[in-house]
């Protein structure tokens, strides 16, 4: 989006360079990155990146309100809610769509967010690798509000590892070593010396908790979770005597609950100019008129499956009348194909990552997720056998 230094990136761009740049990443921990990593980092000019710096503030506001937090308990499902939950959320993650309002200028669009963990520790090594490989200008940065590399790092320590030893912290998935997101469970290690453990593995004697390692029998104290309800509850071949409902002597960095109460239900409380219309499916009489303009998201789902892009009326009415509170209709947000690429324009999509420590008053904006896209959404399975796609960072203009 800064047009010049885009330019020379494009004219710049060696293949050979970008497989030496990928086979980096897969040497790393002597394994192989399973996504898509793109071709190029996002350059955002900084009337844009303070646009997306509003736009999250604004969000933000709407979701935090005494108001809709009193209501977002009703959120959490039946028979999945955690005890001791933290005052608030450790991290918060608000998906923006890069489009264009009316007057030609570069609008954020909420797309979705989670008060739920990301990828902090990837989404710093990988545009500083960016860097190293390939011709990036000064005066552009993947933080906000000062941050740096070693600030971020000391913050994710605070949060996650608390007052604890880290080997009293552990890195809770569903075998994080299967998962494609596995890198940045092992930069987290790698810097913050906290064990990705998969939840079959926990030991729970009595109210404690425990995992092995070298044959060593360690209590856990603090947990950070990285659980994703939704794959957890398809999973019922793991054997495990340790569920997250369980009331046990253990403290939270990212609490379970919060993975519902600020997710895809908060979108209908949300009024803002960043957020295009979005209803519960339930408290719709009638439907629009043109449902060519909306799309059909489930609110408990895994990886994006079950969104209907092409709504149709016989589409909402096949949904069982009970079943409709699990539903939201949102007006399609209209991605603007801004990145100009050597094989065709990619959508923009900026992930704005919070931290929030345990004693703050509010969420610190610190780093982004950017992902590119050619298909019709966001997402590796719409954007098959495309190039300049992918998981990418935005550098921003300081």
């Given at each position: 989006?800064?047009e010049?230094?885009r330019?020379?990136?494009?004219?710049?761009f060696?293949?050979?360079?970008?497989?030496?740049?990928?086979?980096?990443f897969?040497?790393?921990?002597?394994?192989?990155v399973?996504?898509?990593i793109?071709e190029?980092?996002?350059?955002?000019?900084?009337?844009?990146?303070?646009?997306?710096?509003?736009?999250?503030d604004?969000?933000l506001?709407?979701?935090?309100?005494?108001?809709?937090?009193s209501?977002?308990?009703?959120?959490?499902?039946?028979?999945?809610?955690?005890?001791?939950?933290c005052n608030?959320?450790?991290?918060i993650?608000v998906?923006?769509?890069?489009?264009k309002?009316?007057?030609?200028e570069?609008l954020?669009?909420?797309?979705?967010l989670?008060?739920?963990?990301?990828?902090?520790?990837w989404q710093?090594?990988l545009?500083r690798?960016?860097?190293?490989?390939?011709?990036?200008?000064?005066?552009?940065s993947?933080?906000?509000?000062?941050?740096?590399?070693?600030?971020?790092?000391?913050?994710m320590?605070q949060?996650i590892v608390?007052?604890?030893?880290?080997?009293?912290?552990?890195?809770?998935e569903i075998e994080p070593e299967?998962?494609?997101?596995?890198?940045?469970?092992?930069?987290?290690?790698?810097?913050?010396?906290?064990e990705?453990?998969?939840?079959?593995?926990?030991?729970?004697e009595g109210?404690l908790?425990f995992?092995?390692?070298n044959?060593?029998?360690?209590?856990?104290?603090?947990?950070?979770?990285?659980?994703?309800f939704?794959?957890?509850?398809?999973?019922?071949?793991l054997?495990?005597n340790?569920n997250l409902?369980d009331?046990?002597?253990?403290?939270?960095?990212?609490?379970?609950?919060?993975?519902?109460?600020?997710?895809k239900?908060?979108?209908?409380f949300i009024?803002s100019k960043?957020?295009?219309?979005?209803?519960?499916l339930?408290?719709?009489?009638?439907?629009p008129?043109d449902?060519?303009?909306?799309?059909?998201?489930p609110?408990?789902s895994?990886?994006?499956?079950?969104?209907?892009?092409?709504?149709?009326?016989?589409?909402?009415?096949?949904?069982?009348?009970?079943?409709?509170?699990?539903y939201?209709?949102?007006?399609?947000v209209k991605?603007?194909?801004c990145?100009?690429?050597p094989?065709?324009?990619?959508k923009?999509?900026?992930?704005?990552?919070?931290?929030?420590?345990?004693?703050d008053?509010?969420p610190?904006?610190?780093?982004?997720?950017?992902?590119?896209?050619?298909?019709?959404?966001?997402g590796?399975?719409?954007?098959?056998?495309?190039?300049w796609?992918?998981?990418?960072?935005?550098?921003m203009?300081?």
């Amino acid at each position: 989006m800064i047009e010049e230094i885009r330019k020379k990136y494009n004219q710049n761009f060696k293949n050979e360079v970008y497989h030496d740049f990928l086979n980096n990443f897969d040497n790393l921990y002597q394994r192989k990155v399973e996504f898509r990593i793109a071709e190029t980092p996002v350059f955002i000019p900084k009337k844009l990146k303070d646009e997306l710096v509003k736009a999250g503030d604004d969000i933000l506001r709407n979701v935090l309100k005494p108001e809709y937090l009193s209501q977002s308990i009703h959120a959490i499902p039946k028979d999945l809610e955690v005890p001791n939950e933290c005052n608030h959320p450790h991290f918060i993650a608000v998906d923006f769509a890069i489009c264009k309002d009316a007057n030609g200028e570069y609008l954020p669009q909420l797309i979705e967010l989670q008060g739920f963990a990301s990828l902090f520790f990837w989404q710093d090594l990988l545009p500083r690798k960016y860097r190293e490989y390939f011709d990036i200008p000064e005066g552009l940065s993947h933080f906000f509000n000062g941050y740096t590399t070693e600030k971020h790092r000391e913050l994710m320590r605070q949060v996650i590892v608390g007052n604890h030893s880290p080997e009293n912290v552990i890195l809770l998935e569903i075998e994080p070593e299967k998962q494609k997101t596995w890198i940045d469970f092992w930069e987290t290690k790698t810097h913050l010396g906290v064990e990705p453990v998969c939840i079959s593995k926990v030991i729970k004697e009595g109210r404690l908790l425990f995992y092995e390692k070298n044959n060593r029998k360690i209590q856990i104290k603090r947990i950070y979770n990285r659980i994703i309800f939704d794959e957890l509850l398809q999973r019922n071949d793991l054997k495990r005597n340790f569920n997250l409902t369980d009331d046990v002597d253990v403290e939270w960095a990212g609490h379970p609950n919060w993975f519902f109460r600020i997710s895809k239900y908060t979108m209908p409380f949300i009024k803002s100019k960043y957020a295009s219309e979005c209803s519960f499916l339930s408290n719709l009489k009638n439907w629009p008129q043109d449902l060519e303009n909306y799309v059909l998201k489930p609110l408990y789902s895994f990886a994006g499956s079950g969104v209907v892009i092409d709504v149709t009326a016989s589409t909402l009415d096949s949904i069982a009348r009970d079943d409709r509170q699990y539903y939201l209709l949102q007006r399609k947000v209209k991605y603007e194909p801004c990145l100009v690429t050597p094989t065709g324009n990619a959508k923009v999509e900026v992930r704005l990552l919070y931290v929030w420590p345990e004693k703050d008053n509010n969420p610190k904006l610190v780093l982004n997720l950017t992902r590119l896209s050619k298909g019709a959404m966001i997402g590796v399975s719409q954007n098959k056998n495309m190039d300049w796609v992918g998981g990418s960072a935005s550098l921003m203009e300081v």
